[in-house]
């Protein structure tokens, strides 16, 4: 009897420490299974590295990675240690509602296998701006794509225009124009990109087109990865799911700021919100691309990226094209002694420059968006509700760079420097 109890004794406690042993477990396979994903680096964050999320390792299946974050926060675990982990989630959860399949997204592939992922990101750019007034960065962006979308279609289709002779014989057209009436002098002050083009016009590759519409379409994939998930979190959790961004150090208190002006409900932060949101893209998230690309191979890079601003005509009403935003202005002496200017149909500065790009947005784009969300809201809606294959099939510039360039040859003015008769 004595020896059954004992026998029992020792098996109840052999079972306590067996079932202790199941708990302690559970916790310990979990911490196993969370930590393969802790301090690991976004080493895909620009996606000129290859195609996917922020890291090969990360599962795309968004439920287990709601799930492994919910683990790490359980646990006590630092934001900064599970950042990858809080970004692949918000991520995919962005390219889902967006209709994008991430783990295939590779920019590289070109612009026809990319033009339903341009086509889905815009459409969902324009979505979050129809359904929240305060996104106007989303709305302006949506609509800003269209232009670029537009023009890679048709350049991708082009294939060598840029070899065409067409076009560098344009620019030396507009070189001796300028040379015959303003002098030798004059040439040095056209833009270098327009001397570019006249330079490197008849040895630009179909390879090199290839490398810069490459760019470009990294370029769009680091917006949509930088700043889609943080709208995505936003229009889901608020300003709180935006503080864990902030608190894993994917981005810093004046992005956080920005949001809480967003979120604000004045007009005026509303604004300022999206202002910096926008210069997050264009010197954070794009800079270095544009940069890389304006050097691609001297002046190859800087022809083609002077043209891609020379050839622009934005879709947000009231905005003038690059090209009409600090024309070509080339100050001489006339015949007479007079001192004159003679201005051209082309921009005098490049869409690849950040401070000349900056200067163009705050000027033109920034403050006429917001004056449509704010004053003409029914017309602005009516363009967003139009099917995206339309808004982008209507801004492509049907590869007419080489007559675009010509013109400035028949279309410059002369005028008294001192604005005078």
């Known amino acids: 009897m004595r020896l059954s109890r004992l026998t029992r004794g020792v098996s109840l406690a052999l079972a306590a420490l067996f079932g202790l042993g199941l708990v302690a477990t559970a916790p310990a396979l979990a911490t196993d299974e969370v930590d393969r994903y802790l301090d690991l680096p976004l080493v895909n964050r620009n996606a000129a590295q290859g195609p996917g999320g922020v890291h090969p390792e990360m599962p795309y299946d968004q439920a287990e990675l709601g799930r492994l974050l919910d683990q790490a926060r359980a646990r006590g675990v630092a934001p900064t240690r599970y950042a990858a982990l809080l970004y692949q989630y918000w991520l995919v959860d962005a390219t889902r509602q967006a209709g994008i399949d991430l783990r295939s997204w590779d920019p590289r592939a070109g612009v026809q296998a990319n033009r339903d992922n341009l086509i889905r990101s815009y459409r969902y750019y324009e979505d979050l701006q129809l359904a929240h007034r305060e996104l106007q960065w989303a709305g302006m962006g949506g609509q800003v794509g269209a232009d670029f979308g537009g023009g890679l279609i048709d350049f991708e289709m082009a294939g060598n225009v840029y070899g065409a002779p067409g076009l560098a014989e344009a620019a030396h057209t507009v070189i001796g124009t300028v040379e015959q009436v303003a002098g030798p002098q004059a040439v040095a002050l056209l833009p270098s990109g327009l001397r570019a083009i006249a330079e490197a016009g008849p040895h630009i590759t179909p390879e090199d087109l290839r490398y810069i519409i490459g760019m470009i379409l990294v370029m769009q994939k680091n917006i949509f990865s930088d700043l889609m998930p943080m709208h995505d979190a936003y229009v889901t959790g608020g300003l709180p799911a ?151 099939e209507s801004k492509r510039p049907l590869l007419n760079l080489p007559q675009l360039v010509a013109s400035a040859a028949q279309e410059f003015t002369i005028t008294p420097a001192d604005g005078g008769n």
């Open 242 to 392: 935006l503080e864990e961004f902030q608190a894993a150090g994917l981005f810093g208190a004046d992005i956080m700021n920005a949001w809480r002006d967003v979120a604000s409900g004045d007009g005026a932060r509303i604004a300022a919100g999206n202002a910096a949101l926008l210069r997050r893209e264009q010197q954070w998230a794009i800079g270095q691309q544009w940069d890389e690309t304006r050097s691609y191979k001297g002046s190859v890079g800087e022809a083609i990226t002077y043209l891609s601003g020379a050839a622009g005509s934005p879709s947000v009403a009231g905005v003038r094209p690059p090209r009409e935003f600090h024309p070509v202005r080339i100050p001489f002496t006339g015949s007479d002694g007079r001192a004159m200017v003679m201005t051209l149909p082309l921009p005098d500065w490049n869409w690849s420059v950040l401070d000349a790009r900056w200067d163009y947005i705050t000027t033109e784009l920034l403050p006429k968006y917001r004056f449509q969300v704010e004053n003409n809201w029914p017309a602005l809606e009516a363009v967003m509700r139009t099917p995206y294959e339309i808004q982008l």
